[in-house]
């Protein structure tokens, strides 16, 4: 079936300016998160939904990174007044639910900053 | 979760048995060790996990001593295709959120 979707797959933005990050998960997996990582680097937690439960933020770096999910599916990671270091690739995964320990994660977004 | 340490970088010839450690001295008793593979321009892959003693897929094999200090994934007869970087993590149900090291580069060279 349908993996995890990400779009746009690049996205080069002007410093200052807002961005939106799209995943679709694979359809009825109610736990999605975000990640990000950096050139070279291991990934980093940035959020997580489960279901209808109120998203695990503690990862989030600052208070210009926001995210939602709608339905219950499809998430968007917004970044604003987006800096240079916000460059990255941004990694989205799902999972089927409580009892499971592996996610399955997208292709990525990968964001530079000029 | 548990802080988890592997070798950076790796090296192999084709054919060859490849085995990368990780230690994890301090993982919880409700963690699960498991292992994630990433190529380039790819999100990671789930490889393999297990609790204690030995787990083997169609990929790799997993072994992990008593004490659960450390685990080695063991992958059989490499090929160039498995060139990628390996990750050793603790990860526990309940839809907690995976923390990632910078894992170990695996080269495999003809």
């Known amino acids: 079936g349908a993996g995890v979707s990400q779009s746009p797959s690049n996205k080069v933005t002007e410093k200052g300016k807002d961005v939106e990050l799209r995943c679709d998960p694979i359809s009825g997996h109610t736990a999605l998160y975000w990640y990000r990582q950096s050139l070279g680097q291991g990934l980093e937690f940035l959020i997580y939904?489960?279901?209808?439960?109120?998203?695990?933020k503690s990862g989030l770096p600052s208070d210009r990174f926001s995210a939602e999910r709608t339905g219950g599916s499809v998430s968007t990671l917004t970044i604003q007044r987006t800096q240079q270091e916000d460059s990255a690739v941004y990694l989205c995964a799902s999972s089927p639910g409580t009892a499971y320990y592996e996610q399955y994660f997208g292709p990525g977004t990968r964001l530079t900053v000029t | 979760l548990a802080k988890t340490t592997q070798p950076i970088s790796m090296d192999s010839y084709e054919g060859q048995e490849v085995n990368i450690t990780c230690s994890h001295n301090n993982i919880a008793t409700n963690d699960y060790i498991t292992w994630y593979q990433q190529f380039p321009s790819q999100g990671p892959r789930f490889i393999i996990q297990?609790?204690?003693t030995k787990v083997t897929n169609e990929v790799a094999s997993l072994f992990i001593p008593a004490d659960r200090k450390s685990s080695t994934l063991s992958l059989p007869r490499v090929s160039l295709s498995d060139t990628a970087v390996y990750y050793c993590?603790?990860?526990?149900?309940?839809?907690?959120?995976?923390?990632f090291g910078k894992g170990t580069r695996l080269s495999v060279i003809a």
């Open positions: 297990g609790y204690k």
């Open positions: 939904f489960q279901g209808n439960s109120a998203p695990d």
């Open positions: 993590l603790g990860a526990r149900s309940g839809n907690t959120p995976l923390v």
